[in-house]
């Protein structure tokens, strides 16, 4: 029997449980956040900023709630892979910083040969991860709770072991500083240029992800893992060995978006990866547990509310993140795109 066999009960549950109010939620926590703001000016440069920090947290959350949805696994490790990924990035910038001042377009190349190289060495520490860490533990949510953190714990440690325990800067490109000025109101509006580079290595990355997963046969058997695993093995596929390339993936995707959220940050510290690792949390629950497209709105809430949060009311800032994950799931208990699964 072919993989396609099980493509209709797979495509079915992707269109049923596609609505477009979540979507509709994004547009109107922008349209509510001008008015309260005030300045259109001011408004637009929030709003990008806000999507580029939301599409940074997609980019590491996405592979995470691929890994919770096929495999199951409760990996509060996950900030290991934003880290390491930080680390290798900025390590790799000064051998292209050189390359980097010559024009946009160079400084550009750089940051992403910076995200491959990172991805890719994340991608074999990932293997390994799961290898020592999770492999063990498959099934018991508890023990993977506690060793994957354990696991997170150590590899602070190692990080600090090869790059030292004080804060290390990490500045943009100089062709990528400075911001393009928008003819918005009485001043303009200021986008900043790495922000906008950020927004279209966020879209490609969701463009591959929504083909791979809705085009290619690899991509339906991960699907079809999420809703039934037991059913993909009885068709005489190794599901086990999906759910390492599928761990692998989502380490490398981590492994990138920790570039990015460097970058972002301009600065790194060994605990970067566990700041980030709320944020992930709460946009995977929000977006429903193994939902990518959930993931993505949900990522997008996140930055929005609380850059506009932090402009409006910076005491709140804190609490905003953790009060749209409570509203959303008063709303929809099981997440924005929650994906059924055959699990009890």
């Known amino acids: 029997m072919k993989a396609s066999d099980i493509g209709g009960e797979v495509r079915s549950v992707r269109w049923r449980t596609l609505d477009f109010w979540p979507c509709a939620l994004v547009l109107i926590a922008t349209a509510v956040a001008?008015?309260?703001?005030?300045?259109?000016?001011?408004?637009?440069?929030?709003?990008?900023?806000?999507?580029?920090?939301?599409?940074?947290?997609?980019?590491?959350?996405?592979?995470?709630?691929?890994?919770?949805?096929?495999?199951?696994?409760?990996?509060?490790g996950h900030g290991v892979f934003v880290g390491s990924g930080a680390y290798v990035a900025a390590a790799l910038m000064t051998h292209l910083a050189t390359w980097s001042r010559l024009t946009w377009a160079t400084a550009s190349a750089a940051i992403l040969i910076s995200m491959l190289t990172a991805a890719l060495a994340v991608g074999v520490v990932g293997w390994a991860f799961?290898?020592?860490?999770?492999?063990?533990?498959?099934?018991?949510?508890?023990?993977?709770?506690?060793?994957?953190?354990?696991?997170?714990?150590?590899?602070?440690?190692?990080?600090?072991?090869?790059w030292g325990p004080q804060q290390i800067p990490l500045a943009l490109p100089e062709a990528l500083r400075g911001a393009f000025i928008f003819p918005v109101g009485e001043h303009g509006a200021a986008v900043e240029r790495f922000r906008l580079l950020v927004?279209?290595?966020?879209?490609?990355?969701?463009?591959?992800?929504?083909?791979?997963?809705?085009?290619?046969?690899?991509?339906?058997?991960?699907?079809?893992?999420?809703?039934?695993s037991e059913m993909v093995e009885a068709l005489g596929y190794r599901i086990r060995r999906l759910f390492v390339w599928v761990f692998v993936a989502?380490?490398?995707?981590?492994?990138?978006?920790?570039?990015?959220?460097?970058?972002?940050?301009?600065?790194?510290?060994?605990?970067?990866?566990?700041?980030?690792n709320v944020l992930v949390f709460v946009v995977i629950i929000m977006g429903g547990l193994g939902s990518t497209f959930g993931c993505f709105i949900g990522a997008l809430l996140v930055g929005l509310i609380s850059n506009y949060a932090g402009f409006m009311a910076p005491k709140l800032a804190l609490f905003s993140t953790l009060g749209i994950m409570v509203l959303i799931l008063l709303w929809r208990p099981q997440g924005l795109y929650p994906v059924t699964s055959n699990r009890t």
């Open 250 to 276: 989502g380490a490398a995707l981590a492994g990138a978006g920790g570039a990015l959220w460097g970058f972002y940050q301009q600065n790194l510290v060994p605990q970067i990866g566990t700041q980030v």
């Open 199 to 228: 927004i279209g290595i966020g879209l490609l990355v969701l463009a591959s992800l929504a083909y791979v997963l809705g085009r290619t046969k690899l991509g339906l058997l991960v699907r079809a893992g999420v809703l039934d």
């Open 130 to 162: 799961e290898r020592v860490v999770i492999r063990p533990v498959y099934g018991e949510h508890l023990k993977q709770i506690l060793v994957t953190m354990g696991g997170m714990i150590v590899a602070e440690e190692l990080i600090k072991v090869f």
């Open 34 to 76: 001008l008015p309260l703001i005030g300045s259109p000016s001011t408004w637009l440069t929030l709003t990008v900023a806000g999507i580029a920090a939301g599409i940074i947290i997609f980019i590491v959350a996405s592979g995470l709630t691929l890994v919770f949805g096929l495999m199951d696994v409760l990996n509060f």
